[in-house]
Nanobody, 118 residues
Framework: QVQFVESGGGLVQPGGSLRLSCAVS????????MGWYRQGPGKQRDLIAT???????HYEDSVKGRFIISKDDAGNLVYLQLNNLKREDTAVYYC????????????WGQGTQVTVSS
């Protein structure tokens, strides 16, 4: 079992920045690639950034160049730096093992709310 706890969200003006954190506990050695997801109002949850065990990263086009995913060496913490935020970035942000996330009924954390508004 693996558990995820997201934090760091908040209210920020357009153009602002936030740093989200994801604390991972449990059988972390079973995780190869971690992902950050987001679910905007009335939308499905989408994968926006991934980082593999060896540090390779990938980004969805709408966040490429603005968001940065990183992790600590132990794999206990995964971060998402959000820069140049736009109103359309407003969403609840979640982290998960991208393999586990594909399973129907997968366990998710509570997420962290990011609201971009003036």
């Amino acid at each position: 079992q693996v558990q995820f706890v997201e934090s760091g969200g908040g209210l920020v003006q357009p153009g602002g920045s936030l740093r989200l954190s994801c604390a991972v506990s449990g059988n972390i050695f079973s995780i190869h690639t971690m992902g950050w997801y987001r679910q905007g109002p009335g939308k499905q949850r989408d994968l926006i950034a991934t980082i593999s065990r060896d540090g390779n990263t990938h980004y969805e086009d709408s966040v490429k160049g603005r968001f940065i995913i990183s992790k600590d060496d132990a794999g206990n913490l995964v971060y998402l730096q959000l820069n140049n935020l736009k109103r359309e970035d407003t969403a609840v942000y979640y982290c998960n093992d991208i393999t586990r996330a594909l399973i129907t009924g997968a366990s998710w954390g509570q997420g962290t709310q990011v609201t971009v508004s003036s």
